[in-house]
Nanobody, 122 residues
Framework: QLQLVESGGDLVQPGGSLRLSCAAS????????IGWFRQAPGKEREGVAC????????RYAESVQGRFSIARDNRNNIIYLHMKNLESEDTAVYYC???????????????WGQGTQVTVSS
């Protein structure tokens, strides 16, 4: 069983930056692909970024390409989502999830955290 806990969500002004963290615990945490997803009010959840277990491969949604960066610290089992040039459209609850395939399809992920709120507003 794998547990995921997100943190770092906050209120930030447009153009600002934020770093989200996902702490993974449980047997075999190192071996999972980790993805970040988000769900805005009234919208479906969408994949934002994902990273392979060895950090060798990453994928990003087109809407965040060049603004968001995913990284992981396997020594401490923490996965980060660095976000810059934030826009109001980035406002959402952000979730991290663990799976076995590098993909932004949420159906491929088995374990989920509870989410952290990011609000971009002046």
């Amino acid at each position: 069983q794998l547990q995921l806990v997100e943190s770092g969500g906050d209120l930030v002004q447009p153009g600002g930056s934020l770093r989200l963290s996902c702490a993974a615990s449980g047997v075999g945490a190192y071996y999972y692909t980790i993805g970040w997803f988000r769900q805005a009010p009234g919208k479906e959840r969408e994949g934002v970024a994902c990273i392979s277990s060895d950090s060798g491969n990453r994928r990003y949604a087109e809407s965040v390409q060049g603004r968001f960066s995913i990284a992981r610290d396997n020594r401490n089992n923490i996965i980060y989502l660095h976000m810059k040039n934030l826009e109001s459209e980035d406002t959402a609850v952000y979730y991290c999830a663990a799976g076995s395939i590098l993909n932004l399809d949420e159906r491929l992920y088995d374990y989920w955290g509870q989410g952290t709120q990011v609000t971009v507003s002046s």
